[in-house]
């Protein structure tokens, strides 16, 4: 029998904001798993406010390699393009105006008693709008310079962007998020068992992901889990404030929420926590800056030759194992269940089919295939499809620039909801964002340049 | 040709709820189409607590018939099943509790910052748990002394309590509201035509109906009634206060919303109002006392004979029509598209086939058939879907007497949706109406009872 | 009030394919509908070919409306786009390719042992690649012509005819067939009721209708008349062999199938009865010839002035009330229950909402409205299911002249089935109607026509 | 960390029908699987009337484990109670009434013209007749005896009794064939790579399989296979006659269509065919009888301790892999992707939730989960809904001895259609399977037996 087709032999890896602290995780993932993956170029890219970062983690990533005495090329770069040309994997993990304007997303809802948070909400809505367009011009470049290239982002809000790319461009992306691997560590942590033996059924949307059903070795025990989490087991995120969870509520849902849902199910005391905080020890940006500039004080050190202890321990553990864990299932076939970012096609039928939705999908060579989970109870049904509305409305305001759209977006996310303060809202997004959103400036623009 | 079927000659109309200050409207429409309509008994039933106002009613019942000169007997009665039995139709328009317990409903939501309103958010939450369980008793007497009979219900909250008939009784019923007829006779005065000449595709749930599309003889005006709208044209109910709205969120939904979705769309300013009103002139219910004890005064007057101006001017005024309307085709065939509640059978597919929505229905001696609506904009399914969550629910918990689906139901509401927030207010419902509540007490009385 | 908009007084009819013999029928509907329907022009278009016939209909029409003594003026031309310009309606009732052409497709599939009629299976899809590409080419004339005129479409098969317009065009156009009132007037007469007794929930596709209930002054008496069908009751169309049915079948079926249905579930009975058919009295085109050229006959006669009796004889008999009382509807804004050609949108569920059904629908002056019809059972929508998937199919080949696509519609034709006698047919046919179908032939015709 | 759940270390497995001639492979898979699986008893068990085989099986099995040097407990028994009670792994592959009833399967519809097929068609109908109420009897046992059993089912037609089991016990099952395994082989052979390098997307019902998508290394060559299919691959089960494809069709079709698809697609060839084979080789079961004669006197050598050949070279040879790569995956968690018959939970959204469908699926310690396949095109969603249709109507036959129901069943069966002929086969099956149909002659028996 003649082998017609076979696997390349070399990969080249793209990381897309490659001065992020998070990169040394990926390198370590990369040396971890080299002999499944044979990866032998890695290109760090960012812009060119990140300049400095970035060649500090190119000289740290260097120094992770030759530690390994593994055969990788690291190479940082601020041309975009010529690293994307005929690369295999291309990760992105970039933040469009930085953690300045993430303090924004934070600060400007609670001004108007609402939510502030980086991913959710208005917050999470003004992030989408930087995001997207920067994302869709990436895009461009891979259609032309890597068609076969497989994208996986990490760029929050993962389940909004990644349904732009999908409906935008022709790039084969898988959204990615660490909150379902980490609810299947503390859901092991409290069963007493390893994370092997359970089997998950998770569907939603990124960041509004529900354990629908939790096997431990063929037995379902949802609701013994859901008992756990009702008498206080850990069941959250370093960054999200762990409101106690009702019991009755736990039962009554019959499902595990993610630690993000206490954002909609438990408005009042998060919103009550965070103004709290947000005096006292300033918005989570302004926290995260801090950390920031510690790690990269570490990662200068020309003696550090391995990721730093302080990473690890400040949250985002599980992305390097995530990210590398699809790149080794997509490489080598492996026909692994994780939980990413992918089009609905069906999975959830109150969802439309060119959705994007965050569920246990099969990764192999083929991509990611999503489960079929069939219907919710009405309580699900009703949050989700309210909370897709919003996002698909907050696509089409990111693409096109529509104000209307985007006013509707934000009446119909639960966290906002009344047209007044989603309109002060809008308005004061787009004005503190000005330099990030020429798709709703253009005309502007266009008319300040001469032509 | 032999005519082998034909109408009964002779119809018996029950009004329950005979008491209402509502019924000399009913009484007036059947003396107005008694040449369509050969009603010729018409029962006044009501509770021992209403007897007063029960025969005050009758008598002016039968001094308007009297002068109508027409044979029509009117009969008042505390024995219901022998005012059902052989009854062709049976109006509903009772009130569990009377304005007392309305007056609770519009105060306990308050207490926690939520809209307190009669039929919307926890208010009509409450009228729910109270009403259903009467209503489905009514039902058995029904299915057994009249199950031919069509029963038109009024009762609030409409699409709640025809949604738990529909599922909980085999008998036929249409659920009745003047919010739609309302909506046509004031965009045809914006338009300066006349009612008839005007065609509305009419969809969503009671108290949550969109008006689609528009036309005018013909032709398409939904996208002007929204500019007249967002311009101030008035567009409001009696009972609701008129925020006005944003022309530019208008423009963008596409439709044309009932006055009620100032509460879901324009909550703040709503609360804001209803705190107002609550202190300075007292809830709505406190404000209605009042009326209902001038009219009753009025009522009393021997030489009254006909509907008294004041009631006309209080609202309501086309439950009359709207209900007469609807016997009338019925009984005669007519095949009028009226907006009534049903069970949806696929008309709005984004609900369950047995939920029960209100639309524009073709009435004839059929029953009334749902046009097809297909699928509406993510804006408007999202929120449909989110409302119609929290109305199964609140169906189980008014049926079964179930506070977990309690929780869940108000939790699910956009007007609570806190969990804490949603215990408080069930807590304090349960224990505020525990004399209309035997589905959730009932453990409590079989310990009390001796068997 | 000043009323803003007003009906139009004056209303001009088109009817292409004028020249048929049906057009009196027309006529005389309009004559008798005058009071309401403002009609004083009417425009009878007709292709070179049928000239003849033309003047000769156009006489016999004067003569028609002369004895009336109404101020309407009939026009006979050639010129099609003349007499589309400003129509308020358009009758389109025409034959691409004649009887001859019709002949055709009711011998070629009896060749390979499949049933042969003019607008089911392997015969009408040949009329219907004939047909789709003449009335698309007129409804590029009306677009621009007669952009807001209403098209009643006859011309069959008329689901798939209006499934291609729907789909192609931007006319607003209703599909009509005269089975659905000939099965209420049989019912009728089964009942010994009137027709107007009986309300029909009718669904399905054109040629493929079942009437799923049926009630009989609001009494549900589907059972009755499926067994008074089972029993023999007359139950078929002038032009359809009647054979009888199974009660058993029709008992477990539900639902009323209409005389067409007989192709489908009676295949072997009714290829038996077509090729005995054949043999001795010539297939039903050569039949309807020699009735054809009888009537045309008749309407020479100068002394004719109305519609003769042998035209009412022949079946078609109630085309023309099915039509004018549509226009009656749509003009006048009636809202009645017609069963017509239209647009899914959700009212078979099982079926793509651009999918176009045959149904009970209202009609008024915002066009046609399809009631919502919710789930059928599994042997219904096994059926309609396959037979839509055969008319999609059969539409893009029409259209598109795509040859595969023509192929696998024939196979998924219950009728053809077997992918040699679909091709072989397929084959037949194209060859045939080489002169009908510039679609699939136009590289050729492009190559011999000097540009 | 103490870890509260592991698995059971000692398996039995109990094989229904352990005197086929089948068992062999299965014990080779079970010794070839004693590191992964610890199998350490296996019960066969049968019916009193296949006695002699039973016993033949079981010497051959204990001389097969002796010469493994395993300790596996092999156990023929008659008390299927006994053997069930405790069981770990339960597999049917029985034949009710045995090959003279399949050989009047087969004789039967040939009579009235139609394909006489074993599982598909008129003669699988009536093997599901027989066959349902028996598996449902063994599921009883299970209920009670077994319940955390899981039942992998071969029994034809394995579609139908899987639905059958699914809703109307409580037993967990999946349902097997080893048409999908052996498409995947055929596939490999043709494009010249192993087995596992590909990716099939399979979804469809039992026999009536589709390919919807092939991948190699991550390449989707559907596009490819479908040419080497139409040029001629083989792509054919040993007891299908390869009638040839026609290529425009499978581009047409646009997924690779499954070999018992001949049926359905070629019927005129695969009947003509069979006519053929039935005259002068005798049906397909009369062929069998006689390999079944000779393999047993092969069995019955006491020298023979493996597997023989002659068995391999018969077809069916992969149910052996399929069968214990399934108890592998479940056992072992291995959320391996095989194709198998489960309950649909919206993968394929034109058919109903509880249908059982054939489909790829995840396969690990939580059972079998499909994957989401979305819209399929309309000739595929046409045709299966129709057969499940079929399905959906047999199956209610079958339990509940429905007459009007396998009327409709047949009827809509796109192999029979005409009522005519599925009432004559229809009334002969019921006449010949007398002795294995209680459910239709219930009555009848109740009046012989004395009570």
Redesign the interface.
């Known amino acids: ?7 390349k032999q070399h990969l080249k890896v793209v990381i897309i904001g490659g001065g992020s602290s998070y990169t040394p995780e990926l390198i370590e993932g990369i040396i971890n798993r080299h002999q499944q993956l044979p990866i032998n170029e890695v290109h760090l890219v960012d812009v060119t406010a990140g300049r400095d970062k970035l060649y500090i983690i190119e000289a740290l990533a260097k120094r992770m390699i030759e530690r390994s005495g593994l055969n990788i090329e690291v190479k940082a770069t601020l041309n975009r393009r010529e690293a994307i040309e005929g690369a295999d994997f291309i990760m992105t993990q970039f933040r469009v105006g930085g953690l300045y304007a993430r303090a924004n997303d934070e600060k400007i809802p609670l001004k108007y008693g609402v939510i502030g948070q980086e991913t959710t909400g208005a917050g999470g809505f003004a992030k989408a709008l930087r995001t997207i367009p920067v994302i869709l011009d990436i895009c461009k470049d891979i259609e032309e310079l890597a068609p076969d290239a497989w994208m996986l982002n990490f760029t929050n809000p993962a389940g909004l962007v990644t349904e732009a790319i999908l409906k935008y461009s022709s790039v084969k992306t898988i959204g990615l998020c660490n909150v379902p691997v980490s609810m299947q560590m503390m859901i092991a942590e409290m ?4 994370p ?2 359970l ?1 998950l ?1 998770c569907a939603g949307l990124n960041h509004l992901l529900w354990a629908h ?1 939790v ?5 379902d025990i949802t609701s013994t889990v859901l008992e756990k989490v009702g008498d206080g087991a850990n069941f959250s995120m370093k960054n999200i404030f762990e409101e106690p969870w ?1 019991p ?2 736990l ?3 019959g499902a595990i929420p993610c630690p993000y849902h206490r954002y ?6 998060m919103l009550a926590e965070e103004k709290q905080a947000a005096e006292s020890e300033g918005t989570r940006a302004e926290q995260v800056m801090k950390t920031e500039a510690e790690l990269f004080e570490l990662y200068k050190d020309v003696q550090l030759d391995e990721k730093p202890k302080l990473l690890e321990e400040r949250g985002g553990a599980y992305y390097s194992d995530a990210s590398l864990n699809l790149v080794d299932a ?1 490489y080598n ?1 492996l ?3 994780n939980v990413v970012n992918v089009r ?4 959830i ?2 969802l439309p ?1 060119d959705a994007v939705i965050e569920c ?1 999908a ?1 990764i ?4 990611a ?7 919710f109870s ?2 699900i ?3 989700i ?6 996002e ?2 907050a696509v089409e305001a990111a693409v096109h620039g529509d ?3 985007g ?2 977006a934000l ?2 996310n ?1 966290l906002v ?5 989603a ?1 002060n809202i809008l308005d004061e997004i787009l004005k503190v964002n000005y330099d990030y959103l020429p798709q709703f400036y253009s005309k502007k623009v266009a008319q300040d340049v001469p032509t």
Not at 215 to 219: F, H, N, Q
Not at 417 to 421: E, G, T
């Open positions: 029998m003649t082998q017609t087709t076979s696997k069963m007493a068992c390893t092997e033996q089997s059924e059903k096997w431990l070795e063929g037995k009702n009755d509520f039962q009554s849902l909609f199910y438990q408005t009042d005391a997509l076939n026909n692994t269940i609905n096609n069906g999975a039928p109150a089919n246990s099969v192999g060579s083929w991509g295939k999503p489960l079929a989970f069939g219907s009405p309580a049904t009703g949050l499809t309210q909370v897709k509305a919003y698909q409305l104000y209307d759209k006013l509707m009446t119909c639960p909801q009344d047209i007044n303060k309109k």
